[in-house]
């Protein structure tokens, strides 16, 4: 076999086929298909993580008023722009990257409470009872 002939099957055998080209453009767009979604969820987690914190504080500082009025909780409707005033908790407090405080409801009457954080589509709920609900929970 000549130098030259040699020389040729060896650039050749350096390159890829575009057969193999094609099959690794459609792995690729297989691992895509399956990580793009889980990342979208993984975002929306996140972002419902703080949510969920603003409700936990909600939660907390309707026991603290329980705690100090005998068991009952306060009557609150909504959360307004300064907040909610009956237990201490102010707008500003509850306004993050993602939640503001008008994403947050509040209903509450003396033996009862339920907060909802609101982040698009997605709520959280929870009551007194600690009862989760809504279109994302933590469990």
């Known amino acids: 076999m000549s130098l030259h002939k040699l020389a040729r099957r060896m650039r050749r055998k350096n390159a890829f086929t575009l057969v193999e080209l094609m099959i690794v453009v ?9 990580a793009i979604p889980m990342y979208q969820a993984n975002v929306t987690a996140a972002q419902m993580s ?28 909504a959360v307004d722009g300064s907040g909610l005033t009956g237990i201490n908790i102010t707008a500003a407090g509850l306004d993050g990257k993602y939640f503001q405080s008008g994403d947050y409801e509040v209903t509450s009457a003396a033996a009862a409470y339920t907060i909802t954080a609101t982040m698009g589509t997605n709520t959280y709920i929870i009551n007194q009872a600690g009862a989760e609900s809504g279109t994302f929970t933590t469990e």
């Open 26 to 34: 459609v792995i690729v767009a297989i691992l895509a298909m399956v």
């Open 50 to 77: 703080e949510g969920i914190a603003g409700a936990g504080s909600i939660r907390t500082a309707l026991r603290v008023y329980a705690a100090s009025h005998g068991g009952v909780y306060p009557t609150l409707t």
